[in-house]
């Protein structure tokens, strides 16, 4: 059963924009972080991004700091990551997954980068920047 679906992905040239969502919408767990990597063809996953359910962000990686910005609707499962000023660097599969690991108190508004977090992943969008 899907349950994490990423859309809005697409080719855009060098300085566009994009804005990909993740409907988690169909989730039936509780959850309390979402978070944004990318995969390009022969690297690691990497954390672009990520935000709690109650709002708070971490810090965003050096290679899209300043370009990337997360944000959502909680009380509709719907999550977003804005790209901007994108680069052929960019190129990747780009998916969302939910940290659904039980927390409470400061710790409800924390959220990492690290894939290992993270325990239900969206099967992808592609976005392309060609050079």
């Known amino acids: 059963q899907v349950q994490l679906v990423e859309s809005g992905g697409g080719l855009v040239h060098p300085g566009g924009a994009l804005r990909l969502s993740c409907d988690a919408s169909?989730?039936?767990?509780?959850?309390?972080?979402i978070g944004w990597f990318r995969q390009a063809p022969g690297q690691e996953r990497e954390g672009v991004g990520c935000?709690?359910?109650?709002?708070?962000?971490?810090d965003a990686p050096e290679s899209v700091k300043g370009r990337f910005t997360i944000s959502g609707d909680n009380a509709r499962n719907l999550w977003y990551l804005q790209m901007n000023s994108l680069e052929p660097g960019d190129t990747a599969v780009y998916y969302c997954?939910?940290?659904?690991?039980?927390?409470?108190?400061?710790?409800?508004?924390?959220?990492?980068?690290?894939?290992?977090?993270?325990?239900?992943w969206g099967a992808g969008t592609q976005v392309t920047v060609p050079s």
């Open positions: 935000i709690s359910r109650w709002g708070g962000v971490t």
């Open positions: 997954a939910v940290d659904s690991t039980p927390r409470s108190g400061s710790y409800l508004y924390t959220c990492g980068l690290g894939r290992v977090e993270y325990d239900t």
């Open positions: 169909r989730f039936t767990l509780n959850y309390y972080a």
